[in-house]
């Protein structure tokens, strides 16, 4: 049995289907995690899960996450310290408001199954 161990990369592994930056971290059997990463000024595009659940935790910087679902919204000030679900079928957008980049880990529960797991919705901003 192999214990997983992954370190933060220096660059990111892959764009999110949000447009942020993200370095994979550990997964596991029944979850995984990222380092998201927006740069001052950016905003993602609004996305929806099909069928993953997410835990977030800002690490630095600032900005604010709009989420929505069954007819109720709701926009998080994001500052370091901030944690936050996403729950499955949440419609999601997140923008960096401050100047320095915004930094979070997510937890994806089940593990990230692929590109086709996000689709794009109309969001906030």
């Known amino acids: 049995m192999a214990f997983a161990t992954r370190a ?3 660059a990111y592994d892959v764009l999110a289907p949000d447009g942020s930056e993200v370095r ?9 995690m ?5 740069q001052p000024g ?3 595009l609004a996305v929806c899960h099909r ?10 910087g600032a900005g604010e996450m709009w989420r929505s ?5 709701q926009v998080t000030s994001l500052l370091k310290g901030i944690s936050l679900a996403i729950p499955v079928g949440t419609s999601f957008q997140f923008r960096c408001t ?6 979070a880990v997510a937890v994806t529960m089940p593990p990230w199954p692929g590109e086709d797991e996000a689709f794009s919705v109309a969001g906030k901003w």
Do not use: D, I, Y
């Open 98 to 103: 401050g100047k320095e980049p915004l930094q």
């Open 24 to 32: 994979l971290l550990a997964s596991a059997a029944k979850g995984s």
């Open 8 to 10: 933060l990369g220096p």
């Open 34 to 38: 990222a380092h998201f990463t927006l």
């Open 51 to 60: 069928t993953v659940e997410e835990l977030w935790f800002v690490l630095s």
């Open 42 to 44: 950016q905003t993602s």
């Open 69 to 73: 679902r069954a007819g109720k919204e």
